[in-house]
């Protein structure tokens, strides 16, 4: 007798047919007949009337049945309780993210951190960077990659580089056919894209802020929901748009992209929480400065020195 024998069983005490039972159980007929007649044989006694229409249990079927009920709720509370179980002894780390840094290097951090701690059941959650600050204090993440400089006594921050900015024209655009960079002072001139709308401050007001540094006041186009949704507008001829030199990755049909005249830049920057002890932290800042050091980028001191909570 085994669960197999049961669940069969059971399955046919139920639908009082052996056709209905064998395409539920995703079987053919005749193999369901020989494991019932086998379950009945180590029984020693008939369990299905096969006289009746449709199918009746025995008086020891009946009894069967209901043990076999049983037995089968068990198992599937053990089933349960181990996924539960092991569930909650396999360590988990969540990792919030803006949109824009997937365009750099952090699904390469992803698949190291991975290879490095296969154990860890890994998150991902996409958040602008106020969004972060609250999910990191909340515990909703564990660690965070975004834009923006937030201060708050419960969140440390290390920014780990200043990624350069450039701007996303048409690709029929004036200025994408004149040779060397464009300047903001040129790009105030055109119907500028901005992006996220909310929640702000943002990476929208770092935008807005390197043309009024300047004394410049940009024309404010569109205000997108999202960073897809912006570099699509400017495919669309909607207006132009200031992004990360990384999303030219995306290479959006209809897009070009063109170096700023002036240093422009947005910082990366990783937050977590003060005090958190968690050893994914310190593995996530060593694989970053590991993986900083390949690519030829200086390393923060803030990673030599990683600690979270003095």
Request: hydrophobic letters at 40%; a neutral charge.
């Amino acid at each position: 007798m085994d669960l197999r024998q049961l669940r069969y069983f059971v399955t046919l005490a139920n639908e009082r047919n052996f056709s209905r039972a064998a395409d539920r159980l995703h079987i053919a007929q005749p193999p369901l007949s020989r494991q019932i007649q086998q379950l009945e044989g180590e029984v020693g006694a008939e369990l299905i009337d096969r006289s009746s229409r449709p199918l009746r249990l025995t008086e020891p079927g009946r009894l069967f049945y209901e043990q076999a009920v049983q037995v089968l709720s068990r198992v599937e509370e053990m089933r349960t309780m181990m996924k539960r179980a092991l569930k909650i002894e396999k360590r988990q780390f969540v990792i919030g993210f803006v949109g824009s840094v997937l365009y750099g290097h952090l699904p390469e951090l992803i698949r190291e951190f991975r290879r490095a701690a296969p154990e860890v059941e890994l998150h991902l959650v996409e958040l602008v960077s106020l969004e972060q600050i609250g999910a990191l204090k909340e515990g909703r993440i564990d660690i965070g990659f975004g834009r923006v400089r937030f201060d708050d006594d419960e969140v440390r921050r290390i920014i780990l580089r200043e990624e350069p900015l450039m701007a996303a024209l048409p690709i029929d655009h004036p200025l994408e056919k004149q040779s060397g960079p464009v300047s903001l002072e040129q790009l105030a001139d055109e119907r500028l894209i901005l992006y996220p709308r909310a929640p702000r401050p943002g990476y929208a007001d770092q935008v807005i802020a390197l043309f009024h540094d300047r004394g410049l006041e940009p024309r404010i186009a569109h205000e997108a929901r999202e960073l897809q949704i912006a570099v699509g507008l400017v495919a669309a001829e909607e207006g132009v748009c200031i992004v990360p030199v990384s999303v030219q990755k995306s290479r959006v049909e209809g897009v070009r992209y063109k170096r700023l005249v002036e240093p422009a830049t947005s910082p990366i920057i990783m937050s977590y929480r003060l005090g958190d002890k968690m050893p994914e932290l310190g593995l996530m800042a060593d694989i970053i400065a590991r993986m900083y050091e390949i690519w030829g980028y200086d390393v923060p001191d803030g990673l030599h020195r990683f600690d979270t909570g003095r």
